[in-house]
Nanobody, 118 residues
Framework: QVQLVESGGGLVQAGGSLRLSCAAS????????MAWYRQAPGKQRELVAG???????NYADSVKGRFTISRDYTKNTVYLQMNSLKPEDTSVYYC????????????WGQGTQVTVSS
């Protein structure tokens, strides 16, 4: 099954930037959507941003204008550029991907911690 490995998390001050990466391997079929989710302690996991196989993107309202998702189709890698970070962006960020042949059936990475200090 798909293996997703995230990197790039860390500690940053409010107003700073981070770039997350997620590389997919052990791919059996063409990947469909790749996305970033996040989950803060005591809260539900929420969609941050997604990008389809055709390049269409969508964002949570809370990150529009600050975060940018991009994808390298040749490397099966998705990125999340996070600018103007706020303390409320502190979460574990998870990468997710599904196959074109099985849309909606997400595979998940192990997560990377992002902490924004005030």
């Amino acid at each position: 099954q798909v293996q997703l490995v995230e990197s790039g998390g860390g500690l940053v001050q409010a107003g700073g930037s981070l770039r997350l990466s997620c590389a997919a391997s052990r791919i059996s079929y063409r990947l469909n959507t790749m996305a970033w989710y996040r989950q803060a302690p005591g809260k539900q996991r929420e969609l941050v941003a997604g990008i389809t196989s055709g390049g269409s993107t969508n964002y949570a309202d809370s990150v529009k204008g600050r975060f940018t998702i991009s994808r390298d189709y040749t490397k099966n890698t998705v990125y999340l550029q996070m600018n103007s970070l706020k303390p409320e962006d502190t979460s574990v960020y998870y990468c997710a991907a599904d196959y074109v042949v099985a849309p909606g059936r997400n595979y998940w990475g192990q997560g990377t911690q992002v902490t924004v200090s005030s």
